[in-house]
């Protein structure tokens, strides 16, 4: 930090990726492979518990990536410097991004659980929303998308148990929604 109190965001945006690219490490480090109960073969044990886990990675990857994408793009717009506000809001983002390797093992153990689902869905929600409060405190973004998308998240949380663990697939939704309240409540700086 330098003497008026602001940080070089190239430093910041450079930890940011590290951080992110550690967290996808941590959740595929987290995928086991198959270990057949008495009677099961090998395949089944393979279909049953290590493809569900390696789809729940995959939509959680592309998540990330989406975060990102997002992340990227704040950075892009900040100019040399942050601010001390955009750099605890960029910590609040990178710490719950900490929180999904855990989040996604905690699922995967009964994807048809509220709780399980909660748990993931809430910790990708709050992503979003700490994505949202850095774009608004870093560069003057008043849009609406990350909220949007914090909702789709917890819409997986009632079709827990209705869609049998494959609620997830909810949040492809995300790129109709974030289309359309683009669309509608354009991104920017707020237009006081």
Request: net charge negative; aromatic share 12%; with cysteine.
């Amino acid at each position: 930090m330098t003497n008026d109190g602001l940080i070089d965001s190239k430093r910041l945006e450079f930890f940011s990726d590290a951080v992110l690219a550690v967290a996808i490490t941590l959740m595929v480090l987290r995928i086991d492979p198959p270990v057949p109960t008495p009677g099961q073969s090998l395949a089944e044990a393979f279909w049953t518990e290590t493809v569900p886990a390696i789809v729940y990675f995959l939509i959680t990857f592309a998540v990330i990536v989406r975060f990102w994408m997002g992340h990227h793009d704040v950075f892009l717009k900040i100019g040399p410097r942050a601010s001390a506000r955009a750099l605890m809001a960029n910590m609040t983002f990178l710490a719950l991004i900490c929180l999904l390797p855990f989040g996604l093992e905690f699922f995967t153990s009964d994807p048809r659980s509220y709780l399980t689902t909660a748990v993931y869905a809430g910790l990708l929600a709050l992503c979003s929303l700490a994505l949202t409060w850095l774009a608004r405190v870093a560069i003057g973004d008043r849009s609406v998308d990350g909220i949007a998308r914090a909702v789709v998240f917890l819409l997986a949380i009632p079709f827990a148990d209705l869609l049998a663990g494959w609620s997830p697939v909810i949040w492809f939704l995300n790129l109709p929604v974030s289309a359309w309240v683009e669309r509608r409540y354009p991104s920017g700086p707020d237009r006081d």
